[in-house]
């Protein structure tokens, strides 16, 4: 099958699929009058990737969790990607509750000016108190 179809197949851009042969992520196709073709096994693969984009992970990981093809073997590749994903989560939750906790502080405000909020934000010292990134 041509890009074209396998693209629509995978519902992908064909830039995205040529993108992932460009990062490695997908094997070369073959050429066929200067073409790409395409046998269908690649649909595995690009929902694998797509999966794992979908779950946040990076290129770089996702070149990793398809690193090796020893049957059985992909659970050793998912587990401390996974692991190390969800710790990330765990950081953004975190942080995000701590945005909104600041942001229901802004809607409660009732500060004339800037002025007067940056003088109490000072005196509350509430960005002391978290860490900055």
Same mark, same amino acid.
């Given at each position: 099958?041509?890009? #074209? $179809?396998?693209?629509?197949?995978? /519902?992908?851009?064909?830039?995205?699929?040529?993108?992932? +042969? &460009?990062?490695?992520?997908?094997?070369? !196709?073959? &050429?066929?009058?200067?073409?790409?073709?395409?046998?269908?096994? $690649?649909?595995?693969?690009?929902?694998?990737? *797509?999966?794992?984009?979908?779950? #946040?992970?990076?290129?770089? +990981?996702?070149?990793?969790?398809?690193?090796? +093809?020893?049957? #059985? %073997?992909?659970?050793? %590749?998912?587990?401390?990607? !996974?692991?190390?994903?969800? *710790? $990330?989560?765990?950081?953004? $939750?975190?942080?995000?509750? #701590?945005? %909104? +906790?600041?942001?229901?502080?802004?809607?409660?405000? /009732?500060?004339?000016?800037?002025?007067?909020?940056?003088?109490?934000?000072?005196?509350?010292?509430?960005? /002391?108190?978290?860490?900055?990134?």
């Amino acid at each position: 099958m041509r890009i #074209g $179809e396998l693209a629509k197949k995978a /519902n992908l851009a064909t830039s995205a699929v040529r993108f992932y +042969e &460009r990062a490695g992520l997908l094997p070369r !196709a073959d &050429r066929s009058s200067g073409r790409r073709v395409y046998d269908g096994t $690649e649909l595995d693969r690009l929902a694998l990737i *797509a999966f794992a984009r979908e779950c #946040g992970f990076t290129l770089a +990981e996702v070149r990793t969790l398809l690193s090796g +093809e020893k049957p #059985g %073997r992909a659970r050793d %590749r998912w587990t401390p990607l !996974a692991k190390s994903k969800l *710790a $990330e989560l765990a950081q953004t $939750e975190a942080r995000l509750h #701590g945005m %909104r +906790e600041l942001l229901m502080c802004v809607l409660a405000c /009732n500060c004339v000016d800037v002025a007067e909020c940056g003088q109490k934000i000072r005196r509350l010292g509430a960005l /002391n108190a978290r860490p900055r990134r």
